[in-house]
T-cell receptor, first 115, second 114 residues
Framework: GAGVSQSPSNKVTEKGKDVELRCDPI?????LYWYRQSLGQGLEFLIY????????KSGLPSDRFSAERTGGSVSTLTIQRTQQEDSAVYLC?????????????FGPGTRLTVL | KQEVTQIPAALSVPEGENLVLNCSFT??????LQWFRQDPGKGLTSLLL?????REQTSGRLNASLDKSSGRSTLYIAASQPGDSATYLC?????????????FGTGTQLKVEL
């Protein structure tokens, strides 16, 4: 079956512009995660959605970052007024149910470059 | 705060060799530990997931063990092949944070040479 998909695969933007990154989880997966992978920082958690519950936003680095998940499926990560330190690979993952027991399936990522 | 460390950071071995990758974590209150591989420019592929109540998991040439009390996991790769060349990441789902996220190590970059 289809895996987690993300778009675009690459995004180059100018400092100060807003960007939107999209994630399509595996069909039927109730949980969705966003992570960021940057040089020198490794992989870090950003946000977690589970069904209709309020998302866990504890990993968002600033209020310029926001995410939503419409209809319990597709998710969009928005970065406003991008900065050069936002340059990273943004990875999305999904699980069938709870992350406490389930494997996380990752998408290929979106490479964001802020000039 | 959970911290995950992987040793070594990089490893180069000849084809056919058996090898062990190490992962340690500071907080033993975990739900599970997962091993992933990442190929250059690609996302993560799950290899093995060990629940906190388990001691090991096996898949083909891969065997992962978990010693929760000492905060350690090892990934054993038997009869390594050039196709095993990748970065290997371990990650834990911890009680802190409600198990809603994975905390990753910085990875071991493996190169298997012909």
């Amino acid at each position: 079956g289809a895996g987690v998909s993300q778009s675009p695969s690459n995004k180059v933007t100018e400092k100060g512009k807003d960007v939107e990154l999209r994630c399509d989880p595996i069909s039927g997966h109730t949980a969705l995660y966003w992570y960021r992978q940057s040089l020198g920082q490794g992989l870090e958690f950003l946000i977690y959605f589970q069904g209709n519950s309020a998302p866990d936003k504890s990993g968002l680095p600033s209020d310029r970052f926001s995410a939503e998940r419409t209809g319990g499926s597709v998710s969009t990560l928005t970065i406003q007024r991008t900065q050069q330190e936002d340059s990273a690979v943004y990875l999305c993952a999904s699980t069938p149910g709870t992350p406490r027991t389930d494997t996380q399936y990752f998408g290929p990522g979106t490479r964001l470059t802020v000039l | 705060k959970q911290e995950v460390t992987q040793i070594p950071a990089a490893l180069s071995v000849p084809e056919g060799e058996n090898l062990v990758l190490n992962c340690s974590f500071t907080d033993s209150a975990i739900y599970n530990l997962q091993w992933f591989r990442q190929d250059p420019g690609k996302g993560l592929t799950s290899l093995l997931l060990i629940q906190s109540s388990q001691r090991e998991q096996t898949s083909g040439r891969l065997n992962a063990s978990l010693d929760k009390s000492s905060g350690r996991s090892t990934l054993y790769i038997a009869a390594s092949q050039p196709g095993d060349s990748a970065t290997y990441l371990c990650a834990v789902s911890s009680f802190t944070g409600g198990g809603n996220k994975l905390t990753f190590g910085t990875g071991t970059q493996l190169k298997v040479e012909l």
